[in-house]
């Protein structure tokens, strides 16, 4: 059936309900019906290796982006940090893990011998056993702690997604699940091995180095949004302006208007993105999180700020517009904010309740409430992809919106019979990231 087909009839029978009921609604369903849809999405989000690769070489394996404002405070670069955090190489405890990933299709368990015949350091296996699992005693422990702490939640997964191995009385080695292995050491997950020692490190110094850190892997997402946009709209006819740009466009020496991080106009129609690094709290994750909470976290992605700054960038351009004698009913606009890997999910509650939340506002126009929406950088890739293969992203992305606003839309270009895939260059990258393994392999 799909799960946005579930969501439509679940939402129908919320329609149905008693007044009394709806007062405790949250997108049309039972708040904690809404909560836990959340969290069930969050949890069983899946894992693309090709983009996983590809993001741990620009996240990990190349230097910060030149707009990075913290380079001189951060003290290094990504791998510099994470060997001077753990004392072995990021390219070798990557390697452990892809190892893992791919053996554990067949066999989860790994007897000793298994990690000798790597043919990579000993300190940077033992270091990514001891970072990677936990001995059953030690894992029943830490479960039962996060199980009192989330109340119970069927989604408290933060001790497996940290230690996804189990290590045996025999020394063998047990994969709990073989994609937080993956996450584990290719994702956001690896950041705070590096945040936890620059913390250690600022204590002990007075230093401001695990911030710096954090404004440096936030400022990748915007970086690779605006090259992955560059790279789609900057053939033909149209055009990317980026915060900064849009500010000089429309702003004075005294003044500086509120924009997003990114415009592209194809034809008649603009495409507006605004990027928010913000990872799900842990109360949403766990399907915990009240109707005031999952509104607070619903402002934070998209309702408050970064609503008013797609807004106010749909005014300057209107009012350009008019000033230059042009209609400004002729324009349409599509306003989006991109998240982060392990940001808030799209889905048929979140879109109404957008919607609500907007319109109880009252700054924003039934346009804008209805055709807002969140993706992600993984959507963006493959509307790359399809731009690549002649496909008129702009139209898909109008389409989108009108036709089956609440579904994500990975979802809805899967379900318009359209394939889902990734560029070209992504899998050569992931290739060479995973020929970079090997060579380490080989000494």
């Keep these: 059936?799909?799960?946005?087909?579930?969501?439509?009839?679940?939402?129908?029978?919320?329609?149905?309900?008693?007044?009394?009921?709806?007062?405790d609604s949250w997108g049309g369903l039972p708040s904690g019906l809404a909560s836990e849809m959340i969290a069930n999405q969050q949890f069983n989000r899946s894992i693309d290796i090709g983009f996983q690769l590809a993001w741990v070489d620009r996240a990990w394996f190349q230097d910060w982006p030149m707009s990075s404002k913290s380079t001189?405070?951060?003290?290094?670069?990504?791998?510099?940090?994470?060997?001077?955090?753990?004392?072995?190489?990021?390219?070798?405890?990557?390697a452990v893990a892809m190892n893992l990933y791919v053996q554990a299709r067949r066999n989860i368990h790994f007897p000793p011998k298994f990690f000798e015949t790597l043919g990579l350091p000993k300190s940077a296996i033992a270091h990514f056993l001891e970072a990677t699992s936990l001995t059953v005693a030690e894992l029943r422990t830490r479960m039962d702690q996060e199980s009192f702490e989330s109340q119970g939640s069927l989604y408290a997964f933060d001790t497996v997604r940290r230690f996804p191995l189990v290590r045996l009385s025999t020394g063998a080695v047990l994969v709990l699940r073989v994609n937080f292995v993956v996450e584990r050491a290719l994702s956001e997950v690896t950041y705070f091995d590096v945040r936890q020692h620059l913390a250690a490190v600022d204590k002990r110094d007075g230093t401001r180095r695990e911030n710096a850190f954090i404004g440096c892997t936030n400022n990748v997402l915007e970086f690779e949004t605006g090259a992955t946009l560059?790279?789609?709209?900057?053939?033909?006819?149209?055009?990317?302006?980026?915060?900064?740009?849009?500010?000089?466009?429309?702003?004075?020496?005294t003044k500086t208007p509120s924009v997003c991080d990114f415009a592209i106009r194809r034809g008649n129609t603009w495409l507006l993105i605004e990027v928010t690094d913000r990872s799900v709290p842990r109360q949403v994750i766990f399907g915990r999180a009240a109707a005031t909470a999952l509104d607070a976290e619903l402002d934070r992605v998209l309702t408050d700020r970064k609503a008013s700054?797609?807004?106010?960038?749909?005014?300057?351009?209107?009012?350009?517009?008019?000033?230059?004698?042009?209609?400004?009913?002729?324009?349409?606009?599509?306003?989006?904010?991109?998240?982060?890997?392990?940001?808030?999910g799209w889905n048929a509650a979140v879109h109404?309740?957008?919607?609500?939340?907007?319109?109880?506002?009252?700054?924003?126009?039934?346009?804008?409430?209805?055709?807002?929406?969140?993706?992600?950088?993984?959507?963006?890739?493959?509307?790359?992809?399809?731009?690549?293969?002649?496909?008129?992203?702009?139209?898909?992305l109008r389409a989108w919106r009108e036709q089956a606003p609440g579904d994500a839309l990975d979802h809805y270009i899967l379900n318009s019979g359209i394939p889902l895939g990734a560029p070209e260059w992504e899998k050569r990258r992931a290739g060479q990231v995973i020929d970079k393994f090997i060579v380490r392999m080989r000494g």
């Design 309 to 344: 700054q797609l807004s106010s960038t749909i005014d300057l351009l209107q009012n350009e517009s008019a000033t230059n004698g042009r209609s400004a009913s002729q324009l349409a606009f599509i306003p989006l904010v991109l998240t982060a890997p392990g940001g808030l």
């Design 352 to 396: 109404r309740r957008v919607r609500e939340r907007l319109s109880e506002d009252g700054r924003f126009s039934d346009a804008f409430s209805s055709s807002v929406a969140l993706i992600t950088l993984k959507d963006l890739r493959i509307l790359e992809n399809l731009a690549d293969r002649g496909w008129d992203v702009i139209k898909l």
């Design 230 to 253: 560059k790279r789609v709209f900057s053939k033909g006819k149209g055009w990317v302006l980026t915060e900064l740009q849009l500010q000089k466009k429309f702003g004075s020496k």
């Design 72 to 94: 001189q405070t951060v003290g290094g670069q990504p791998q510099e940090l994470f060997e001077e955090a753990t004392g072995v190489g990021l390219v070798d405890f990557a």
């Design 1 to 23: 059936m799909g799960l946005d087909n579930i969501v439509r009839c679940l939402l129908g029978i919320g329609d149905e309900a008693s007044s009394t009921a709806r007062r």
